[in-house]
């Protein structure tokens, strides 16, 4: 139960955070609008595309094979 809670505060905070970030960019889009000039969206260089966990799963896997690495040289 516990865990099913903690999954569904990390989903509404994302949610939230989602949410938050298109209102800001209806908001550039709008100011773009209104100068005459059009707004696009960038990807950022260097951006890791895959989701969060799966992220946070490699690091943690690149960290133990590093420890492991380092005790063994």
């Keep these: 139960m516990r865990v099913e809670l903690s999954q569904s505060r990390q989903e509404q905070q ?16 709008a100011a773009k609008a209104e100068k ?12 890791d595309e895959r989701p969060r966990e799966e992220r946070k799963r490699a ?7 590093n420890s492991v ?4 040289f």
């Excluded at 994302?14 to 889009?29: F, G, H, M, T, W």
């Excluded at 005459?36 to 951006?47: D, I, S």
């Excluded at 690091?59 to 094979?65: L, M, W």
């Design 14 to 29: 994302e949610y939230l955070r989602n949410v938050e970030l298109a209102r800001v960019l209806e908001k550039r889009v």
């Design 59 to 65: 690091k943690v896997i690149d960290s133990v094979d």
């Design 36 to 47: 005459g000039e059009t707004f696009e969206l960038k990807k950022r260089k260097g951006r």
């Design 69 to 72: 690495l380092a005790s063994v």
